[in-house]
């Protein structure tokens, strides 16, 4: 054996802890730099994918929509959306379109309608109450059962009382539920089937120059106040196109036949909320 060789093996002997740890420490950095340089490419392929959908985002175009109201087109994303519609403002959500549909209103159209006579625009608002089945509302909600009865889809097998009503085909323009949610079935321009055999000082046929509006209720349970706010709201709605509304009850153009809206409304609660002049009030704020 050489000298050289001699060197080495008393080297390696001598230092062969040292050795070791060298390469443990070098192996280690190797494998440190592995794990650092995959997770720099998941790095990238991240902030790729990022920079990627950020520009796709932007290529997208932006969706336009219609206002309901007045045609104007605009961004989805600027719009206000009710149901399957869209407005341009909360002004314009809040009104009747020149179809006569309220916007913020739930729109579920009614068969039981038709058109008014010529000429003849609505000067008189005729408030009812109705619920179905009667008084179910104070134990549950049974509100859909009303929108059901005014577009004709009542299912006459869920209640003795549908069957009585089976064959009646009727609507009101509106409908203000327990939890004071406004549906409509007729555009304010028709005429609703809601007044029936009627007079309104001297004029018959109240269907013709009325808008009915539905109170869900009885005449043995108070209404609630969010109904008469949104009452109140309504009637400012529509007098807004309509300014010369008058206010009567249905019991008031059909006395002896109807009792509604009942004892339980209170004529001095609405006109305190909305402010409408007495004059406009023609059978007065008693209870009746």
């Given at each position: ?97 020149a179809q006569g549909w309220l916007g913020s209103s739930a729109w579920r159209s009614s068969p039981n309608q038709d058109i008014r006579p010529e000429g003849i625009a609505p000067d008189l608002v005729v408030i009812h109450h109705i619920s179905l089945p009667p008084s179910v509302f104070v134990d549950r909600r049974s509100t859909q059962f009303i929108v ?141």
């Amino acid at each position: 054996m050489s000298a050289v060789d001699l060197f080495w093996k008393s080297f390696f002997r001598e230092h062969d802890l040292l050795i070791k740890w060298l390469l443990l420490f070098a192996g280690a950095g190797v494998l440190y730099l592995w794990i650092k340089g995959k997770k720099q490419a998941k790095l990238n392929t991240d902030e790729a994918a990022k920079i990627k959908a950020e520009h796709s985002k932007v290529a997208e175009p932006e969706v336009i929509v219609q206002c309901q109201h007045c045609s104007v087109h605009l961004p989805k994303s600027e719009a206000i959306k009710q149901e399957d519609r869209f407005y341009c403002s909360s002004d314009h959500l809040d009104c009747l379109d020149a179809q006569g549909w309220l916007g913020s209103s739930a729109w579920r159209s009614s068969p039981n309608q038709d058109i008014r006579p010529e000429g003849i625009a609505p000067d008189l608002v005729v408030i009812h109450h109705i619920s179905l089945p009667p008084s179910v509302f104070v134990d549950r909600r049974s509100t859909q059962f009303i929108v059901d009865f005014f577009q004709n889809k009542l299912d006459s097998s869920l209640h003795p009382y549908f069957e009585e009503i089976a064959d009646q085909k009727v609507s009101s323009h509106f409908l203000i539920s327990r939890s004071g949610e406004v549906f409509q079935f007729v555009s304010t321009q028709n005429k609703a089937w809601h007044a029936g055999v009627s007079s309104f000082l001297g004029r018959e046929k109240c269907n013709d120059f009325s808008i009915g509006i539905e109170l869900e209720g009885d005449s043995d349970h108070p209404f609630e106040d969010i109904q008469y706010s949104a009452l109140a709201k309504l009637s400012s709605q529509l007098s807004a196109v309509y300014p010369n509304l008058q206010f009567a009850g249905h019991s008031d153009i059909a006395p002896g036949r109807k009792i509604d809206p009942g004892i339980q409304f209170s004529w001095q609660k609405f006109q305190a909320k909305t402010g409408i002049s007495a004059k406009k009030l023609p059978f007065g704020l008693d209870p009746r």
